[in-house]
């Protein structure tokens, strides 16, 4: 019922930043919390950070923690990743998720984007 579609994902070279969009349909936007997830060749997808349905608490991983910042706009029905500093660890295809939930140490997660490439070259 909620389609996303990412955007922003390029190649950049390692202490750049970039910011990625994903850009919902849907009438529960506000409703989801959201979140984006990431995956690089070989390894398993993996939780990058996700953000309530009113903006007010965020969650990062520890790996993007003080590097990254999620954020949503609910008019837009729009959710950002911000990225700075960024290393050549962070290569992965970097998914957007809605209707994140959190069950212990483990995420489930509604709907997804179909992922975009980001290339952090050293």
């Known amino acids: 019922q909620v389609q996303l579609v990412e955007s922003g994902g390029r190649l950049v070279q390692a202490g750049g930043s970039l910011r990625l969009s994903c850009a919902a349909s849907?009438?529960?936007?506000?409703?989801?919390?959201m979140g984006w997830f990431r995956q690089a060749p070989g390894k398993e997808r993996e939780f990058v950070a996700a953000?309530?349905?009113?903006?007010?608490?965020?969650y990062y991983a520890d790996s993007v923690k003080g590097r990254f910042t999620i954020s949503r706009d609910n008019a837009k029905n729009t959710v950002y990743l911000q990225m700075n500093r960024l290393k050549p660890d962070d290569t992965a295809v970097y998914y957007c998720?809605?209707?994140?939930?959190?069950?212990?140490?483990?995420?489930?997660?509604?709907?997804w984007g179909q992922g975009t490439q980001v290339t952090v070259s050293s």
């Open positions: 998720a809605a209707d994140l939930r959190q069950d212990g140490s483990d995420w489930y997660v509604g709907y």
């Open positions: 849907g009438r529960t936007f506000s409703n989801y919390a």
């Open positions: 953000i309530s349905w009113n903006g007010y608490t965020t």
